[in-house]
Every structure is written in C-alpha cells, then in structure tokens.
T-cell receptor, first 115, second 117 residues
Framework: EAQVTQNPRYLITVTGKKLTVTCSQN?????MSWYRQDPGLGLRQIYYSMNVEVTDKGDVPEGYKVSRKEKRNFPLILESPSPNQTSLYFCASSLRMNQASYEQYFGPGTRLTVT | AQTVTQSQPEMSVQEAETVTLSCTYD???????LFWYKQPPSRQMILVIR??????QNATENRFSVNFQKAAKSFSLKISDSQLGDTAMYFCAFMKFIGFGNEKLTFGTGTRLTIIP
C-alpha cells in the first residue's frame, strides 16, 4: 500500500531534550516536505527536500533541522525543543510536477507537546 | 508571496443539504493549482478535489464540486447531499507551478464544517 508513515504519532517531551520525528514514504517520491499545523494558522511549511541531499528552508524553519540521506526518509529533528514548538506535524511527499503528478500525500501526523 | 483566505471559520448544515465553503487567494502567477483538503477528527489530510488554473472547466468529484473564478481569484467548494461523514475541517490550498523548485502548498486557516443529523 502506497503511504507516508510518521513516528511517533504522539510525543510529550520536556524543553531542551532533543527529539527526532521520522517520516518514510514507499512511493519513490522525489519531493518531501514538513508542515506544522496550529489553530487559526492552517499548515505552514517548515523544510522541504527536492531529492537526496537537497534540502531547503520553508516558511518557519527556526528551531528545526532535517536531513535526506535516502530517498524514502526525511526525518525532522528538534535539537532543543521549546514550548512554542508544540504543534501537529505533517510529513508529505509527491512526485515532481514536471512528471505531471503533483498530488502531495500526507502522513498521519505527529502530535508533539513540549512542556 | 501567495495568500489564501477562508473567511468562514465555522459552518453547520443539516444532513442532505448543500453547503458552499468559500476560499479566495492572492497571487501574481498565471499557472497554479488549487486544492481542497479535508481533515476529519482522525487528523488525516485527505485530498478532496483539485483544479488546474489553466482549465476553465470546474472540477467535480462525486458530491464535491468547485466554482473556480480565476479573474476574481475565488475557489469555492460545494458539497451536495451532505453526509455525516463530511463533518471535518476543510482547508483550501494553493500551489504555484514551479517544476523543479519548492512545490509548497500554501494553506488557508480552515473552515470547520459540522453536518447536523
């Protein structure tokens, strides 16, 4: 089954304790992206990757890191989480638009609470 | 920068009725794509319908259809014969045609739709 998976689905942590949210897709998609969803703000892009070893900042990258060592995986790293990073996080992937397939597939979301 | 506005934070409608969710956007691009996503209580993001800006014909998917007004930069979603399972948050989203660049989706703030039995 074609899908995007995220782990963990729920996480409660304390300020300053490094954490990683994993994202994996099995569709051989080139493009992957992280979004955060906050009430009243919709979803905002954190980072994106156009292919292996190619990443760049989105609209709200402060406090986050990413890596893309393999095509299927795109982990989101919070080196020193703070309470303002409490949010719902989504990973998404897609083929490239030049391949006439631009639908983004979303993972199930990760609810992160930083106390 | 592109912006997407959903002016109705919440809506409710009786089951089997028709409801229209509004969305406006601001862009200087000519080629772009518009989407409606549904987010039920499970929080999964589900693509409902999409529209290519170069297509004049409005997209339809079963009970879901859009009214795309390119000149007015308006992209409303109509749900016909609404069902209890349509209860969800609905997000309008914009993506400009980039090709090899960042295929970022710009989202509106959402409309929470409740279908009343």
């Amino acid at each position: 089954e074609a899908q995007v998976t995220q782990n963990p689905r729920y996480l409660i942590t304390v300020t300053g304790k490094k954490l990683t949210v994993t994202c994996s897709q099995n569709m051989n998609h080139e493009y992957m992206s992280w979004y955060r969803q906050d009430p009243g703000l919709g979803l905002r892009q954190i980072y994106y990757s156009m292919n292996v070893e190619v990443t760049d900042k989105g609209d709200v990258p402060e406090g986050y890191k990413v890596s893309r060592k393999e095509k299927r995986n795109f982990p989101l790293i919070l080196e020193s989480p703070s309470p303002n990073q409490t949010s719902l996080y989504f990973c998404a992937s897609s083929l490239r638009m030049n391949q006439a397939s631009y639908e983004q597939y979303f993972g199930p979301g990760t609810r992160l609470t930083v106390t | 920068a592109q912006t997407v506005t959903q002016s109705q934070p919440e809506m409710s409608v009786q089951e089997a009725e028709t409801v229209t969710l509004s969305c406006t956007y601001d862009t200087s691009e000519n080629n772009y794509y518009l989407f409606w996503y549904k987010q039920p209580p499970s929080r999964q993001m589900i693509l409902v319908i999409r529209q290519e800006a170069y297509k004049q014909q409005n997209a339809t998917e079963n009970r879901f259809s859009v009214n795309f007004q390119k000149a007015a930069k308006s992209f409303s979603l109509k749900i016909s014969d609404s069902q209890l399972g349509d209860t969800a948050m609905y997000f309008c989203a914009f993506m400009k045609f980039i090709g090899f660049g960042n295929e970022k989706l710009t989202f509106g703030t959402g409309t929470r739709l409740t279908i009343i039995p």
